[in-house]
């Protein structure tokens, strides 16, 4: 079976989107499928992490001028060039290969117009999205973030999509399941702190983060700070860090499910990891860093499955340490956080091996 994966990686745009294809990558490959990305050459593309991982990666060029970009989408611009010329440069590079069974795509700035054009010359298309913003021409669509409302893409996408809603179907890395089964109850006292804003954090999240719980004098707590290669910051986190005996620094990990399985409590933001995190339990404190996290986590908040103290704009070092130091002493509130964001993810081993049986299904 050939699956291609058209997704990108940016300073914009984040890692969040292609850490979740190469998660179902690996697990497409471990069936047998033959998967292949095509990724454009943006600022911070990530190209060499795919490398790394052993997938081929077919690279688009780098937005060479300032383009005049059609709005197809909110997200238009994550493309850097119009969406008939992606489109045209994709059909491209999928031209000459004998079998395209599936194309994967996960892109905010790609709607039906542009898989329309791409739909003669491969014999699927799926989307994985969380925005239920535009249309699209898929036969199959996955949405993690789904919560309440089963019919969210019912009048965007053809009567025979096959549609796959909800936290059972997020796309976890193996480690996630491995450390489950090494998970103890999180009761206790907090005895070690995680803090993580994803790979770029451009607005520095992990310092406003980190500096409130120094401000709270806890050398009796241990926190792992965790940062991308990508972050403009790293060194003068690093710095800090190496000033406190209780400070450790990670980049560009591989044993995050480790990180969280140790960890007491954490302090991150929306997106991908806020699954991670439900799924071993880890109570955490959030905020907002992009618009399309917000509706979630506004939401999980509600729910009390995350802490939630708001978007990027209102959370300062000041404000945030209050709520950190009281979310340390209240056990019985991180006990019922944990329960409640475990329980959200209960199904998803058995119901993502489904997903996984389906897709190959197509592949004949």
């Known amino acids: 079976m050939n699956v291609f994966i058209r997704v990108d990686a940016s300073n914009e745009i984040g890692s969040g989107h292609l850490m979740r294809c190469l998660t179902l990558a690996k697990?497409?490959?471990?069936?047998?499928?033959?998967?292949?990305?095509i990724c454009r050459?943006?600022?911070?593309?990530?190209c060499n992490l795919i490398d790394e991982k052993k997938f081929t990666v077919l690279k688009l060029p780098t937005p060479n001028k300032d383009w005049e970009l059609p709005l197809l989408t909110p997200h238009s611009n994550w493309l850097g060039v119009p969406w008939f010329i992606d489109a045209e440069e994709t059909r491209s590079l999928l031209h000459g290969h004998y079998s395209v069974d599936l194309l994967i795509i996960d892109h905010y700035a790609i709607n039906d117009k542009w898989e329309r054009t791409l739909k003669g010359m491969v014999k699927n298309i799926m989307v994985i999205d969380?925005?239920?913003?535009?249309?699209?021409?898929?036969?199959?669509?996955?949405?993690?973030?789904?919560?309440?409302?089963?019919?969210?893409?019912?009048?965007?996408?053809?009567?025979?999509?096959?549609?796959f809603l909800g936290p059972s179907?997020?796309?976890?890395?193996?480690?996630?399941?491995?450390?489950?089964?090494?998970?103890?109850?999180?009761?206790?006292?907090?005895k070690r702190i995680l803090i993580f804003f994803g790979g770029f954090d451009h607005t520095n999240e992990t310092e406003k983060a980190l500096s409130s719980f120094l401000e709270?004098?806890?050398?009796?707590?241990?926190?792992?700070?965790?940062?991308?290669?990508?972050?403009?910051?790293?060194?003068?986190?690093?710095?800090?860090?190496?000033?406190?005996?209780n400070l450790h620094f990670h980049c560009q990990v591989n044993n995050m499910a480790t990180?969280?399985?140790?960890?007491?409590?954490?302090?991150?933001?929306?997106?991908?990891?806020t699954w991670e995190r439900c799924y071993?339990?880890?109570?955490?404190?959030?905020?907002?860093?992009?618009?399309?996290?917000?509706?979630i986590c506004e939401l999980l908040g509600k729910m009390k499955v995350i802490?939630?103290?708001?978007?990027?704009?209102?959370?300062?070092?000041?404000?945030?340490t209050k709520p950190l130091k009281k979310f340390i002493e209240n056990e019985q509130e991180r006990i019922e956080m944990s329960q409640l964001s475990t329980a959200l993810m209960k199904d998803n081993f058995v119901n993502l091996q489904t997903m996984i049986e389906d897709i190959m299904k197509l592949g004949g």
């Not at 925005?131 to 965007?156: E, F, G, I, M």
């Not at 179907?169 to 006292?189: A, D, P, W």
Request: hydrophobic share 35%.
């Open 27 to 37: 697990k497409l490959r471990l069936q047998g499928a033959n998967v292949t990305f």
């Open 216 to 245: 709270l004098a806890r050398n009796d707590i241990e926190a792992d700070v965790v940062v991308g290669q990508q972050n403009i910051h790293k060194h003068k986190l690093k710095e800090i860090c190496e000033q406190y005996s």
């Open 130 to 163: 969380d925005l239920a913003d535009r249309k699209h021409q898929c036969d199959l669509l996955l949405d993690p973030t789904v919560l309440n409302d089963s019919n969210r893409y019912r009048a965007l996408v053809p009567p025979h999509c096959k549609l």
């Open 307 to 320: 802490k939630y103290l708001g978007e990027i704009h209102t959370v300062s070092q000041a404000s945030l």
């Open 259 to 273: 990180l969280m399985r140790h960890a007491d409590l954490s302090i991150g933001a929306g997106g991908t990891t």
């Open 169 to 190: 179907y997020v796309l976890l890395r193996q480690e996630f399941y491995e450390e489950k089964y090494q998970m103890k109850l999180r009761t206790g006292l907090v």
């Open 280 to 295: 071993l339990g880890l109570p955490t404190i959030v905020w907002s860093i992009a618009e399309n996290q917000k509706f």
């Open 41 to 46: 050459e943006h600022i911070g593309h990530l």
